[in-house]
């Protein structure tokens, strides 16, 4: 299985200053034949579902705020929140598509500082 | 607008059986492969089963296989989970989730069922 390790746990930042989350996975991501790289970002804060934030690394999903930048290619992948918001307080995951079964970072805890 | 919403969960005894249903809405079902994800307190989710289009294609996590099963009901609009043999690490919220076409991601989530096993 391809383990998807994220850093850190957790991290505190002030109003309308920059977050970076980073993930790592224990084999590259990125096939070679479409230029791809199968990794995905999610948030989810308290009380409910995950929601798909960004795919293939670095695109948006529909109506997610351009302040959401996914960035990296293989094994090493960063989510970066821009100017942080209060409701942008979550959980967020990683998780990769390329070899089954599909597989999930163990969080990021992102809080106001 | 698409809607998931899942029925069943509850507490059950180790060893016993539970089925969860996911009613989909909003869109048409039968063009998408749907998952059915679990996620333990505290942990991350961890995808347990999907399956394709017409429901010909099953797989499933190596943590659940030969006990679990999934299935769909396409003039129903309706996806379901069998889960037998319960253990005490079965314990988790279940979402049902559908698969974006364009990239093997979930872009719909339910809002999830609490299975509770416990003697």
């Known amino acids: 299985d391809i383990v998807m390790t994220q850093s850190p746990d957790s991290l505190a930042v002030s109003l309308g200053e920059r977050a970076t989350i980073n993930c790592k996975s224990s084999?590259?991501?990125?096939?070679?034949?479409?230029?791809?790289?199968?990794l995905a970002w999610y948030q989810q804060k308290p009380g409910q579902p995950p929601k798909l934030l960004i795919y293939w690394a670095s695109t948006r999903e529909s109506g997610v705020p351009d302040r959401f930048i996914g960035s990296g290619s293989g094994t090493d992948f960063s989510l970066t929140i821009s100017s942080l918001q209060a409701e942008d307080v979550a959980v967020y995951y990683c998780q990769q598509y390329y070899g089954t079964p599909w597989t999930f970072g163990q969080g990021t805890k992102v809080e106001i500082k | 607008q698409v809607q998931l919403v899942e029925s069943g969960g509850g507490v059950v005894q180790p060893g016993r059986s539970l089925r969860l249903s996911c009613a989909a809405s909003?869109?048409?079902?039968?063009?998408?492969?749907m998952h059915w994800i679990r996620q333990a307190p505290g942990k991350g989710p961890e995808r347990v089963a999907v399956?394709?289009?017409?429901?010909?294609?099953?797989f499933y996590a190596d943590s659940v296989k030969g006990r679990f099963t999934i299935s769909r009901d396409n003039s129903k609009n309706t996806l379901y989970l069998q889960m037998n043999s319960l253990r005490t690490d079965d314990t988790a919220m279940y979402y049902c989730?559908?698969?974006?076409?364009?990239?093997?991601?979930?872009?719909?989530w339910g809002q999830g069922k609490l299975v509770t096993v416990s003697s």
């Open positions: 989730a559908r698969e974006k076409n364009s990239a093997m991601v979930f872009d719909y």
């Open positions: 399956i394709s289009y017409d429901g010909t294609d099953k």
């Open positions: 084999q590259s991501v990125l096939y070679s034949s479409n230029s791809k790289n199968y």
């Open positions: 909003g869109f048409t079902f039968s063009d998408h492969f």
